[in-house]
């Protein structure tokens, strides 16, 4: 991902020939290929939505990642999702840099065939040496590459050899008492209707009200996090994330946040309590102690993440995008680099490790003490 193309070449030939074929065959292919019981399949890749597709559909090179990695646990950040930021905001600042929010770039900016800044959305230039976009490469290349930019052809291609992941709904949910009296659990479920994933994902895709809801992952955020009872006294929260394709919602993408109206609203209220009655099914003694409840579709992933079709994940982790090999952080736009989850996988750690990629795609053999860092502690 890092190298020039005349090494990457070479080196890419050399790894084709040398890794285990079932590295990037689908994951069912691979799992049917060891065993025909179909319900040990059904419980080995039981956390299939963490990379947004079923077993057949997905590589088995992201199933195994993600497997392998909860052998050392799953983590929670104390303080919750926003620490994060606060941790690296600082770090960026003693750089020299700076952070913005609500700040969205409408375009990368190309002269004499280099990327050389971003323009704003209310119109003012930052220029910059590079860029480096984190938007997705659905994003950059369709919507932030001017029409005139250099190789913009090339990716346009490029775009129709990959898929976006699949979209999401998410349900927030306040509960008015301490996860401990509520004897809510750190760990997360992950409930489905049966062991056939793929069926019963195109069954309610085709027809969502007759069928029953192929995924519903809950998770428990402040029984997870050691100071959410400080912060917020006799109060818990449940997170719970489901399918809920873009098309549902299609009709209302154009109207604003929050003001789309009462069929909407009556569309999302319908799928929150399909969501509470699975709740409800595994933890009973909820029923009547949530407090408030409010459901985010496709539309709002657009609205906040900017993921145009609510892709819960930007691109599909299927074995065909991991033989992208376009899919790295140096593009062939002089200045313009790639980062996030597009370059590598999704979740906050292939994120991350796409982030220390573009570092080192940018700053060379200067980066690779940060890559020891990273890896070795
Ligand atoms: C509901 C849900 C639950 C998840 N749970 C987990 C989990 O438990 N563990 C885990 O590891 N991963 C989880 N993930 C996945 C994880 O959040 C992502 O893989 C990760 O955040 C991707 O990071 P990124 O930096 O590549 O992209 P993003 O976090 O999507 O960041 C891209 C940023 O670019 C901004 N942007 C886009 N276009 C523009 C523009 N034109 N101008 C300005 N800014 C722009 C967006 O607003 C966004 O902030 C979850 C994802 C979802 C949706």
């Not at 590459?145 to 349900?171: F, G, I, W």
């Not at 992208?324 to 999704?346: F, S």
């Given at each position: ?99 913005f929010t609500y700040a969205d ?16 959305a209310d ?255």
């Amino acid at each position: 991902k890092v190298l020039p193309d005349l090494a990457a070449g070479p080196l890419r030939k050399l790894v084709d020939r040398t890794a285990p074929a079932f590295l990037n065959k689908p994951t069912r292919e691979v799992l049917e290929g060891l065993t025909n019981n179909q319900e040990l399949i059904a419980v080995l890749t039981g956390q299939w939505g963490d990379n947004g597709l079923p077993p057949a559909e997905s590589s088995f090179i992201i199933h195994a990642l993600i497997a392998r990695h909860y052998l050392y646990g799953g983590y929670y950040p104390i303080g919750g999702a926003s620490e994060m930021a606060k941790t690296i905001i600082p770090v960026i600042q003693q750089s020299g840099g700076e952070v913005f929010t609500y700040a969205d770039v409408k375009e990368i900016l190309i002269e004499k065939g280099k990327a050389v800044g971003v323009r704003m959305a209310d119109g003012e230039d930052v220029r910059a040496p590079l860029v480096i976009s984190n938007a997705g490469v659905f994003n950059t290349f369709d919507k932030l590459l001017p029409e005139t930019a250099p190789h913009r052809d090339y990716y346009q291609e490029k775009l129709t050899t990959v898929e976006r992941s699949m979209a999401s709904n998410c349900l927030y949910i306040g509960l008015e008492d301490t996860a401990e009296n509520l004897k809510l659990p750190k760990t997360n479920y992950w409930i489905y209707p049966g062991t056939n994933y793929e069926k019963q994902v195109s069954d309610f895709v085709a027809a969502p009200d007759e069928h029953d809801i192929p995924l519903t992952y809950i998770s428990f955020p402040s029984a997870k996090d050691p100071s959410f009872a400080e912060r917020y006294p006799g109060r818990a929260t449940i997170e719970i994330v489901a399918p809920g394709p873009y098309d549902w919602y299609e009709d209302w993408a154009d109207e604003t946040w929050g003001k789309r109206g009462d069929e909407y609203e009556a569309k999302k209220e319908a799928y929150a309590q399909r969501l509470l009655a699975k709740l409800y099914e595994k933890f009973p003694h909820l029923d009547g102690k949530v407090d408030y409840y409010e459901l985010s579709t496709p539309l709002s992933t657009d609205y906040f993440c900017r993921y145009s079709k609510g892709e819960i994940y930007g691109l599909n982790h299927s074995p065909s995008r991991f033989e992208q090999d376009w899919l790295k952080p140096k593009t062939r736009i002089p200045g313009l680099y790639l980062t996030g989850q597009d370059v590598m996988t999704c979740g906050v750690a292939g994120a991350m490790i796409g982030g220390l990629l573009a570092t080192v795609a940018v700053s060379g053999l200067k980066g690779l003490p940060l890559a020891k860092r990273m890896f070795v502690g």
